[in-house]
């Protein structure tokens, strides 16, 4: 069974494809959607790298960086590590190292020890 149906934009009738389908061709589409949301799927845009400077074209509008090299050099700026601290658990009295600022306990059987006992 075919199923016709009219192009929301243009008016043309067209065969659907998918029970969705609203127009008739990727071009009445991205008017609507140029019109609602300010912007066209796939569309591609020129932005540039906020780690090297260099101009580059992507169709995802959220992409900041030209490369992945540049997005981990950025990446491993933002992420300072913490020196590794001593610590004693208080359920065993064993001693660890954590760069986790609020880590107590050893295992995460002293932790359930602890908290079973609270």
Same mark, same amino acid.
């Given at each position: ?6 192009c929301s ?32 799927k796939n ?5 540039? *790298?906020?780690? %090297? @400077?260099? #101009? =580059?074209? !992507?169709?995802?509008?959220? &992409?900041?960086? +030209? $490369?992945?090299e540049c ?17 004693? *658990?208080?359920? %065993? @009295?064993? #001693? =660890?190292? !954590?760069?986790?600022?609020? &880590?107590?306990? +050893? $295992? ?11």
């Amino acid at each position: 069974m075919e199923d016709y149906t009219w192009c929301s934009k243009c008016g043309r009738r067209f065969l659907k494809y998918r029970p969705y389908q609203k127009y008739c061709s990727n071009k009445c589409r991205n008017v609507v959607y140029k019109l609602r949301y300010g912007y066209v799927k796939n569309e591609t845009v020129k932005k540039k *790298c906020k780690q %090297c @400077g260099k #101009e =580059f074209e !992507t169709n995802i509008r959220t &992409k900041e960086y +030209c $490369s992945s090299e540049c997005q981990k050099v950025n990446q491993e700026s933002v992420y300072i590590k913490v020196d590794k601290r001593q610590v004693e *658990c208080p359920v %065993c @009295g064993a #001693e =660890f190292k !954590t760069g986790h600022q609020h &880590k107590k306990f +050893c $295992s995460r059987i002293c932790y359930l020890i602890a908290k079973k006992g609270r």
